[in-house]
């Protein structure tokens, strides 16, 4: 029954450890510029025994020679440099005490002896940090700058450590510290054997200075972890690049996609296309405007629920485009294109005087910010949705097409419209129908395009050529040469890029389009016969 | 030679010379300056747009090529002009650099790009307003044209063309000033273009510009060669069955109509200033189609009355109700294009009861 | 005799379906030749090959026993003397029949010759002549656009007179007319030919017995039989292709 007492006394004790610690990182840091360098070194100790996170940048600025004395209060100070005028805030409350005439204050003077102790001391706050992330950047930071004094504070942590990924980092900064700093042949291989492992352009950069150790059998080692490194990065800029470019692909693949109906299957030339697509943007911004006013909860659905609006919103008025206006222009397309060119100015004119020609903030929900590392390639989230959204938009439409009755109908008409209007099927019905997949699907494309591009009244026209091109390139009238024609086009543009620029590479991209279609005028798929030249 | 003026074109040029006459003289010599400065410079950008819609028309509405590009060709022959205005700015630049022109010192430049030469003479720039026009045409047109790149296709290539060129024009690398383009001109020839005679001279030359181009279209429209465009236009396979190549048709009067898009383009610039990539841009090629939509396709005249039109439209407009211009256009396009397919001339004249050749096109139309 | 037109062993596919199969056929100069065939045989592709519109996978095709006609584009094979007549009229409707007929008059074909062009008397000649030919000279300046289906049909052949060819293709002429026009047809056909050597593609067997020639019955892009009409008719895998099925 003695437990007890001895209990409270110890947890007595924490409380009281802990307060006093709190008390004490002020005093201690008051405490600072008092005393000869050893004093000093003491005092460091100390303060980093605190654990505070203050503490650490307490450490910091000592150690860039940034800590000051302010002679008018005697308030310890961090010095921030702004041209010529310094400038002071307290180092523990961040209270700004504004410039600090010259010879105002006093450093807190450090010497070498003492910069390796502050080192070490930060060393060890930030490799046993409680945040992994901390630890994680703390193992990074030593890995960039070796220094004899923390290997052994490397490899305790590395031993206390049960974060995997922190684990690595840690051994990857020990590896760099033993090619660096020295060690056995044996020692070494492994060091090499690691950063081979780790892959990066800082292996690689480590590597590149080991493969003139005096040890030939290190130096070959580490010169083959180049070599390998290199061709695994070229592989990896490979596979990056064949990313960016399916995912400019599927951007293309859906501002395109209800081009090719509209152009490739009714052969009607839609220059409102990209406004369509435009008022499906803006759909989702009022979709989401609506939802952050009444329901903040269910901003992450914003888009599922922003997608079948915009597609009723665009389908709309697409329908009220053709029943409005194309109707009356059927078989004369040059005229079509030029009313179409029309109603696209209208429509942003309307949209700019509704929501004002400024850019308007479409928000990612959760699940499309942010990104991951696919080995040694980025992939962002909302990239990747669009992509996979891309081709399930493909995917259905393909259906609609091929299996259900409206798809038949659909058909039916673009190839025999007396026939199919003897037959009963009522092609103007038809038409509209037509007309207003095309249209929602425009739609559909800017809600996804509002998460990576300018939601502004101009959002359509920075669409338009590119979508033509891609129909064309593909072959009007057959959506698997869409699918191609866009992704195709995406990735050639994305490995163009590296060696000309983005815009050059946009530039080639369309020369060569109008030579490609110079040769093969009906496209990459076209529908070939002798029907065609009718 | 006046054997081409007709009705139509006779009183269009009348009303030319007596704008030729009475503007001037309103701002140069009659007291009180009834007609002000601004006017003058207004209505000669006017007279450019025009002479820009009649070599749109004859492409258009004789030959059947929808070109989406023509204000490419309009660009070009601007910047031609442009880089000669620059050079002869020399060392009255910012930097007073006696060669390089100012954007080319602020780009860290320390010579001339060898495409640059010759600019210095005006002679040479005249013939550069030409010639690089007319190569760009003939080079798209050999291709285009030689393997059947028809209709809509034919449309869409020519609006990809101005736009990989509006892509070109503004980046800073292709040495035409960039986004800026080429502005902050002083004289040319040596006469101040701020001074009102100057600008006189210019409006005039616009006039007689105008004038002329539509005296050659008409010429070449009223030939054996005119024929075979509208024959070609109605009927392209027909016409190649009975023994005629038609693209090297195509290509003659498409490098004619966008040397006469250069010329336009060359008396723009003087007259408004500047000249930058945002001329290139598609949005603008397809107004110059409106203009001659509206005026009344293949009938020359009416190309330049609606490119006339329109831009006295949009300046009234964007002075009066700035927000509702484009509504006015975007309906303009539907209204002509459903309403109004042989445009205002058409209409014009059947008003008045003249048995005028049926419109152009018309018949097929609602066919 | 001599060899107007000469193909051999001519082949074309679109997209796997063999439109003109190993199709030899030859053609002397004045001749008049009646070409028959149910939906689908390849008359059509046939003239496309031999008026340049359309290239040949293989096979040789030779006009006056010399010129190549697989190198030559559809203008290069008029200007060489081949004239060609669609089964739908189709003439320039904007223009007057007089400036229909002036376009297909055989002059000088290039942009700067055509440019530059003044009508010689010899011309308003021609065009007259032909323009009585083809019974359209009270209508000469109307709009070709305004004529009837049968005088299109008229006007075109007479564009393709006054282009004054060495062959004819006629691709059913007879399509849409009256009876009596039908006659009027076969006869002015029967009156070109020998001046001028005449391919006739036809449907209609009662025009086919009028123009009283050979006749080339295709089937599936090959030649089935050739000889007279009666011969043919008697031929029984061409009655079998006809009535067969």
Redesign the interface.
């Known amino acids: 029954m003695r437990l007890l007492p001895r209990l409270l006394l110890s947890f007595a004790l924490c409380l009281w450890a802990s307060i006093a610690a709190a008390q004490t990182l002020e005093e201690l840091v008051s405490t600072l510029p008092d005393g000869n360098y050893d004093d000093r070194a003491a005092v460091v100790a100390q303060i980093a025994a605190t654990g505070d996170d203050r503490a650490l940048k307490v450490l910091e600025v000592l150690l860039a020679g940034d800590l000051e004395v302010l002679d008018s209060n005697g308030r310890v100070v961090q010095i921030r440099k702004q041209g010529r005028d310094d400038f002071a805030s307290d180092i523990l409350t961040g209270e700004d005490y504004g410039e600090v005439p010259s010879r105002g204050s006093s450093k807190v003077r450090v010497n070498n002896s003492l910069r390796r102790d502050i080192r070490t001391a930060i060393g060890t706050m930030t490799l046993r940090h409680p945040d992994p992330a901390r630890r994680l950047a703390a193992a990074e930071s030593a890995f960039r700058s070796p220094d004899p004094d923390q290997s052994e504070l490397l490899a305790e942590a590395l031993a206390a450590e049960t974060d995997p990924k922190v684990a690595e980092a840690l051994a990857e900064a020990i590896a760099a510290g033993t090619l660096a700093l020295g060690g056995s042949e044996a020692e070494k291989l492994g060091a090499v054997a690691v950063l081979r492992a780790m892959g990066n352009t800082d292996a690689k950069t480590v590597l590149s200075g080991a493969a003139t150790d005096p040890d030939a059998a290190v130096a070959d080692a580490a010169a083959e972890a180049v070599h390998h490194i290199e061709q695994m990065q070229n592989l990896w800029g490979l596979a990056q690049n064949v990313w960016f470019g399916l995912s400019l692909g599927s951007v293309l693949l859906l501002a395109a996609i209800g081009l090719a109906i509209t152009f490739g299957v009714m052969g009607v ?1 839609n ?1 409102a296309h990209g406004e369509l697509v435009m008022l499906g943007a803006y759909t989702t911004f009022a979709v989401q405007e609506a939802i952050r006013s009444s329901f903040p909860a269910l901003f992450d659905w914003s888009l599922l629920i922003a997608a079948p609006l915009a597609f009723l919103v665009a389908g709309g008025v697409g329908v009220a485009i053709e029943r409005g ?1 194309v109707r ?2 059927y078989g ?8 179409t ?10 949209v ?2 509704i929501f004002g020609p400024n850019n308007r903030e479409v928000g990612n929900p959760s699940f499309m910010s942010g990104a991951f590392e696919l080995g040694q390639m980025t992939v962002t989230w909302n990239r990747l949705w669009i992509l996979v959204f891309a081709l399930a938009v493909f995917a259905v439409l393909l259906f609609v097409l091929k299996k259900t009755p409206i798809g038949l109908q659909m058909r039916a008409v673009t190839q025999n419209r007396a026939m199919a209007a003897n037959m009963g099927i009522r092609t103007g019905w038809v038409d509209a129908m037509t007309f207003g997949l095309g249209a929602g699907i425009a739609g559909l494309a800017g809600v996804a395009l509002s998460q990576i591009d300018n939601v502004s009244p101009n959002l359509g ?1 920075s669409y ?2 590119d979508s ?2 891609v129909v ?1 390139f593909g072959g009007a009238g057959n959506i698997w040469g869409t699918l191609a024609g866009a992704f195709s086009l995406g990735i050639a543009n994305k490995f163009l890029e590296p060696w000309t620029g983005a ?2 590479a ?2 080639l991209v ?2 060569f ?3 490609f ?3 093969r ?1 009906r496209g990459l798929f076209a529908v ?3 029907a065609v030249d009718a | 030679m006046l054997s081409l003026i007709d009705r139509r074109m006779g009183i269009f040029l009348a009303g030319l010379f007596v704008l030729a006459v009475a503007v001037p003289a309103g701002n140069l010599a009659m007291a009180g300056q009834p007609v002000p400065s601004y006017i003058v410079a207004l209505l000669g950008k006017y007279l450019c747009y025009a002479l820009l819609a009649v070599a749109l028309d004859l492409v258009w509405g004789y030959c059947g090529i929808l070109s989406l590009g023509h204000g490419a060709f309009f660009a070009l022959g601007g910047y031609a002009m442009g880089m000669h205005l620059m050079r002869e700015i020399g060392a009255r630049g910012v930097y007073a650099n006696p060669d390089l022109p100012d954007f080319m010192v602020f780009l860290g430049w320390k010579e001339l790009p060898w495409f640059w030469t010759g600019f210095d003479m005006f002679g040479f720039a005249l013939l550069m307003v030409l010639l690089v026009p007319g190569a760009l045409a003939f080079v798209f047109g050999w291709f285009a044209f030689r393997s059947r790149v028809t209709g809509v296709y034919l449309s869409i290539i020519t609006q990809a063309m101005t736009y990989a060129l509006m892509l070109a024009f503004f980046r800073n690398e292709m040495g035409f000033g960039g986004n800026n383009g080429l502005t902050d001109f002083k004289d040319v020839l040596g006469f101040s273009l701020q001074a009102d005679a100057t600008r006189a001279g210019l409006f005039v030359l616009s006039a007689i510009a105008l004038a002329a181009g539509l005296l050659v279209a008409k010429a070449i429209t009223s030939s054996k060669l005119g024929k075979v465009l509208i024959a070609i236009r109605d009927a392209e396979s027909r016409t190649r069955f009975i023994g005629y190549r038609v693209e090297e048709y195509k290509l003659f009067v498409f490098v004619v109509s966008a040397m006469m898009a250069g010329v336009a383009g060359a008396l723009y610039v003087p007259q408004v200033g500047i000249i930058n990539p945002g001329e290139f841009s598609p949005a603008n090629s397809i107004g110059i189609v409106i203009w001659v939509a509206l005026g009344g396709r293949g009938t020359l005249v009416g190309a330049a009355l609606g490119a006339i039109i329109v831009s006295v439209a949009q300046t009234l407009f964007t002075s009066w109700f700035p927000e509702l211009w484009l509504f006015a256009l975007g309906g303009l396009f539907v209204f002509v294009t459903i309403f109004l397919p042989t445009g205002v001339l058409g209409l014009i004249e059947s008003r008045l009861g003249r048995k005028a050749k049926p419109p152009a096109g018309a018949k097929e139309a609602s066919a | 005799m001599s060899t107007q037109l000469l193909l051999d062993g001519v082949n074309r596919s679109f997209d796997g379906f063999k439109a003109i199969n190993d199709l030899s056929l030859t053609v002397e100069k004045g001749e008049l030749r009646a070409i028959i065939g149910p939906n689908g045989a390849g008359k059509t592709t046939m003239m496309d090959i031999i008026t340049g519109k359309t290239r040949p996978d293989t096979g040789r095709v030779l006009w006056n026993q010399s010129v190549d006609l697989t190198r030559t584009d559809e203008a290069g094979s008029a200007r060489l003397g081949i004239g060609r007549k669609f089964q739908k009229p189709t003439v320039f409707e904007t223009q007057t029949v007089e400036d229909n007929i002036a376009l297909a008059l055989k002059e000088d074909r290039s942009v700067w010759a055509t440019l530059f062009y003044r009508r010689s008397a010899e011309d308003t000649r021609r065009i007259g002549e032909l323009l009585e030919l083809v019974k359209l000279s009270h209508v000469a300046g109307w709009m070709a656009g305004d004529l009837s289906h049968g005088q299109k049909q008229w006007l075109e052949i007479g564009m393709l007179m006054a282009q004054d060819p060495e062959l004819l293709l006629v691709d059913e002429p007879a399509a849409g007319m009256t009876d009596a026009e039908t006659m009027r047809t076969a006869e002015l056909l029967r009156q070109i030919a020998g001046k001028h050597t005449v391919i006739v593609v036809e449907h209609d067997m009662d025009f086919v017995r009028a123009l009283g020639c050979r006749v080339t019955v295709l089937h599936q892009g090959h030649v089935l039989a050739e000889g007279s009409l009666d011969h043919v008719s008697a031929n029984e895998q061409v009655i079998e292709v006809y009535l067969g099925r």
Do not use: C, D, N, Y
Request: proline residues 4%.
């Open positions: 030339i220059m206006v009356f222009l004369r397309p040059l005229e079509t294109l030029l009313a060119w029309g109603i696209s100015l209208a429509l942003q004119q309307l700019r005087t026209q338009i050529v033509f091109m064309v815009v050059l946009k530039i369309l020369v389009i109008i030579l279609i110079q040769k005028p070939r016969g002798r």
